[in-house]
T-cell receptor, first 113, second 114 residues
Framework: GDSVTQMEGPVTLSEEAFLTINCTYTATGYPSLFWYVQYPGEGLQLLLKATKADDKGSNKGFEATYRKETTSFHLEKGSVQVSDSAVYFC????????????FGSGTQLTVLP | KAGVTQTPRYLIKTRGQQVTLSCSPISGHRSVSWYQQTPGQGLQFLFEYFSETQRNKGNFPGRFSGRQFSNSRSEMNVSTLELGDSALYLC?????????????FGPGTRLTVL
């Protein structure tokens, strides 16, 4: 079945450091790929998405590129802020099952001032 | 526009009891999906409802059930609660049409089974 493998956490960075969270997937066909963020005590918020190969999703300084050849969707940000501290989830939805998301295990990010 | 609301936010039950959780989607959204979040298993898909019909179901026992009403509000029910059912239950709504419409998540209901 479909699966998402995400970089183990927790990740601790200093403010203004560069962030990369690795995400690889296994799926048949061409899934849509997503990054969600969860702040303490809250539900999930969609951070960015990509629906086809070579698409780049971006939002709030975060970026991720859909790489079909390496089945990856790594999350990057050039300069993190304390307010970026949260748990980040990589997810996919298979063609024809748009509202059934398969999630990675999540990566806890802490940014120190 | 109001977001997805879930009630109650916190719930404590004992083993063997049953529980009903409620989700009100964003106005105009016709699809509601439910997920279970636990430290051990992460986020897992439970089921999705669209226009009062279950369209997809995850790999959970029959103790987990749901329904959707004509106003798109949804409830999920867990019967004969087990300790392992302690989790954050998240509901997400979407328009329900089109291949890639975004899902909007509620804040969740934290269920503790004692």
């Amino acid at each position: 079945g479909d699966s998402v493998t995400q970089m183990e956490g927790p990740v601790t960075l200093s403010e203004e450091a560069f962030l990369t969270i690795n995400c690889t997937y296994t799926a048949t066909g061409y899934p849509s790929l997503f990054w969600y963020v969860q702040y303490p005590g809250e539900g999930l918020q969609l951070l960015l998405k990509a629906t086809k190969a070579d698409d780049k999703g971006s939002n709030k300084g975060f970026e991720a590129t859909y790489r079909k050849e390496t089945t990856s969707f790594h999350l990057e940000k050039g300069s993190v802020q304390v307010s970026d501290s949260a748990v980040y989830f990589c997810a996919l939805s298979a063609p024809g099952s748009a509202r059934q998301l398969t999630f990675g295990s999540g990566t806890q990010l802490t940014v120190l001032p | 526009k109001a977001g997805v609301t879930q009630t109650p936010r916190y719930l404590i039950k004992t083993r063997g009891q049953q529980v009903t959780l409620s989700c009100s989607p964003i106005s105009g959204h016709r699809s509601v999906s439910w997920y279970q979040q636990t430290p051990g298993q992460g986020l897992q898909f439970l089921f999705e409802y669209f226009s009062e019909t279950q369209r997809n179901k995850g790999n959970f026992p029959g103790r987990f059930s749901g329904r959707q009403f004509s106003n798109s509000r949804s409830e999920m029910n867990v019967s004969t609660l087990e300790l392992g059912d302690s989790a954050l239950y998240l509901c997400a709504s979407s328009l329900g049409q089109g291949a890639n419409n975004e899902q909007f998540f509620g804040p969740g209901t934290r269920l503790t089974v004692l």
